[in-house]
């Protein structure tokens, strides 16, 4: 389902529901961006759904198949499969990822002293500002290379002990932003431009930016997510609009006219 049909389909229910009225793309893209943003806080666990006594959400990141198959397209692994390790410094510290959005894993390569040390990936555990400061100074419990800790602060990791070198690392990154680009018939009809497409402008044609002659190049970028992904922005865009359906009424609806057309 590409960025028109899921505007069809948000158009269609609307109507269906009668509460009229349209989207143009400026407020179509402006929904398609916060509702894209929104599906991944709900997919890896809402805080705003934790209530006292019962602190978690009714999604959390890999609390099922569906939520980690939903997530799959984000996964970001460095250091295997023949990507590049997350490196870190001399000083134990390594730079967040512009695209990081959440930790899934940390690993490293420990290999041990003796004779004929087995190399072993081990989990480098990622701890609060509260337990670093315990760990660093406590002579018992002090991190080591066979038990490393890791700790976040802004823009960067700090690991434990300092001279890790790597790590293997594991996050959920942003999705891209979807963005519905267009341009407007001599019969001022709204026509979809896909992505990777261009449009030679006719006498009379407008581009989404204004233009009036030559080539318009495609500027739409589709949600990454799967069906089921896309069907739940569909499901946020008309609650915006003022439709309220449940989730897997959204769904079924969505089947119907695919399968029927209607």
Known sequence: MNLQALLDYILYTANKAQVGGTVVPEEYNMLLNSCNIIL???KVGLPEEYQPGAPFARQQFESGQSNTDSLSTFKVFMGEAGTSPLTIDSNGYANIPSDYFYHSALSYLYVPTGCD???????INVVTDGEWDDLIGNAIKSPTLKYPIANYQSGYIRFAPINLQRANYVYIRYPRTPIYDYYISAQEEQVFLPAGTSHVLDTGETGSAGQTSGTVTSLTVEPEW???GKLEIASMILERMGVNMREMAIIQEANKQIQTGV
């Open 226 to 228: 799967n069906e089921t």
């Open 40 to 42: 991944l806080k709900k």
């Open 117 to 123: 040390p087995v190399p072993e990936v081990r989990q």
